[in-house]
């Protein structure tokens, strides 16, 4: 009989053995989604694959099945790039669970940008659902070259949104600086504001000058020379409605070569919509970098205390007072509830535009797709929650003016390459490749579609099933998951 050391010592090393084959079997990737119609615009994949992730990448594209920690049988569903979108305004938790059951994963405030935005990008920190990042805002950086609108450096708490509804009483503090012009001394000062904003890592610079009518030309044209030489890109709203101004901001970035990006053309152009997108076309084709966006709806939103309504609005847009939909109560406007609302201020839809506009601006080549969504209220503007699901159920689906590829590519891959020079983080996004972070959304083909509406207000989006943010998963089987908070900052390169 063997003593009972020996069998221990037996013992041992079965166990030392068992434990090696075991380590010789260990999943190589912590998560596989399998079997998923996997789009990659950049590569023109589309094809049955199994993807593989590891360490908050993919690191594997097979036709051959992976072993994974965990596998998702994902067959029948989309695996696509996360959904990069470069125009919010809603930015807290609230707004960004509406837009990952949309399927985004990366929401940029790029048009209006945020004010003191270390602060900004410091408050966010750990606390975000989805990756983020901002412009610098030049609306802010100017009211700071100008003695009567300066704040301490000690209330710069979290940052300032300018775009904000709520009665902030620092933005209300601001507000009027919009109307004021700026002396040579005071534009040196912006713009030295701009690049300090810049180097606490700002992605390039939100020029919303429709919103500002006292920046005289000069001070627009000295920040887009300013861009121009530091190629850091501008995202404006133009000066105006109006086919002209877009002309305009393009006129600027090719005499200064700022890389510059519309926002919205759909309700900048109107019913020049294409004609506005033919330019940024022919300016890309001879080698300027100019790029546009729109949103799927017809109609726009703003603040109704903004300088958009300032007189003359009727007869610019070609609209009255029964188009303007009151965002707390959902009434439409008569001349009376105009002018009692204007003094309060608050959100308002402007009920605009054409159908076909929309179609020609979505079908257009390279034009992208941003939602330009709103802060949170229940009737907020239904592109807050369902721009992309939008795009691709009713606009790809039903009505088949762009194939699933071509409207993936718009929320994807156009994008992050629109970012790439002033965030190179960004060429790791918008693409399902090998080396890519996961920043991945798995919808239905058969059932995506946007729930909100102008009726009943925000609604999450159907038929987006899983959503992962460098590598985890922030949404399953169509349910957010709660408490953990996957977001990464996006930095522009200027950072020190
Ligand atoms: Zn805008």
Redesign the pocket.
């Known amino acids: 009989m063997k003593s009972f050391k020996q069998v221990f010592f037996f013992l041992a090393i079965l166990i030392s053995l068992c434990e090696l084959s075991s380590a010789q079997t260990k999943p190589e990737f912590d998560l596989v989604l399998s079997g998923g119609r996997v789009i990659d615009p950049e590569t023109k994949l589309d094809a049955i694959r199994n993807v593989g992730i590891r360490d908050h990448k993919i690191v594997a594209i097979s036709a051959t099945p992976l072993k994974g920690r965990e596998t998702i049988d994902v067959s029948g569903l989309v695996v696509a790039p996360g959904f990069i979108d470069l125009h919010v305004h809603g930015i807290t938790n609230k707004e960004q669970e509406y837009q990952l059951h949309d399927g985004v994963t990366t929401a940029l405030e790029l048009?209006w940008g945020m004010g003191a935005i270390a602060k900004w990008y410091q408050s966010m920190q750990s606390k975000s659902l989805i990756n983020y990042g901002a412009s610098v805002c030049w609306p802010f950086e100017r009211s700071q070259a100008i003695k009567a609108y300066q704040i301490s450096k000690n209330s710069r708490a979290n940052g300032f949104h300018l775009l904000s509804a709520t009665a902030d009483s620092v933005n209300e503090f601001l507000k009027p600086s919009f109307y004021q012009s700026l002396n040579t001394e005071q534009i040196q000062q912006t713009l030295k504001n701009i690049q300090s904003s810049l180097a606490e890592g700002a992605i390039g610079i939100g020029v919303?000058v429709?919103y500002l009518p006292g920046a005289k030309e000069e001070e627009v044209y000295r920040v887009y020379e300013l861009a121009g030489k530091m190629k850091a890109p501008i995202f404006t709203?133009v000066r105006d409605v109006g086919f002209v101004f877009v002309q305009q901001a393009i006129s600027d970035a090719m005499l200064t070569g700022a890389p510059l990006h519309i926002?919205?053309i759909n309700s900048m152009s109107l019913s020049n919509i294409s004609l506005g997108i033919e330019m940024v076309q022919t300016a890309r084709k001879k080698g300027f970098d100019i790029s546009t966006e729109l949103y799927p709806y017809t109609a726009s939103s703003?603040n109704l205390a903004s300088a958009v309504f300032d007189e003359g609005w009727q007869k610019k847009m070609d609209i009255s007072y029964g188009d303007l939909q009151w965002v707390a109560t959902g009434e439409r406007l008569t001349k009376e509830t105009f002018n009692a609302y204007r003094k309060t201020g608050g959100m308002v839809i402007i009920h605009v535009m054409k159908p076909e506009w929309i179609k020609a601006g979505i079908a257009s080549k390279g034009t992208m797709i941003a939602s330009?969504g709103m802060p949170y209220a229940l009737l907020a503007h239904p592109r807050t929650a369902g721009t992309f699901s939008r795009v691709l159920g009713k606009y790809s689906r039903e009505e088949k003016l762009i194939d699933l590829s071509t409207a993936i590519e718009k929320m994807t891959l156009l994008p992050a390459k629109r970012l790439e020079t002033i965030a190179p983080v960004m060429r790791k996004k918008g693409r399902i490749q090998v080396g890519a972070d996961a920043d991945i959304t798995i919808f239905n083909p058969a059932t995506v579609i946007d729930k909100a509406d102008f009726e009943k207000g925000l609604a999450f989006s159907d038929g987006i099933e899983y959503v992962i943010v460098n590598g985890t998963f922030i949404l399953r089987n169509g349910k957010t998951i709660n408490h953990i908070f996957p977001g990464q900052p996006i930095y522009g390169k200027f950072k020190n």
């Open positions: 048009e919303p429709g709203h926002v919205h703003t330009d």
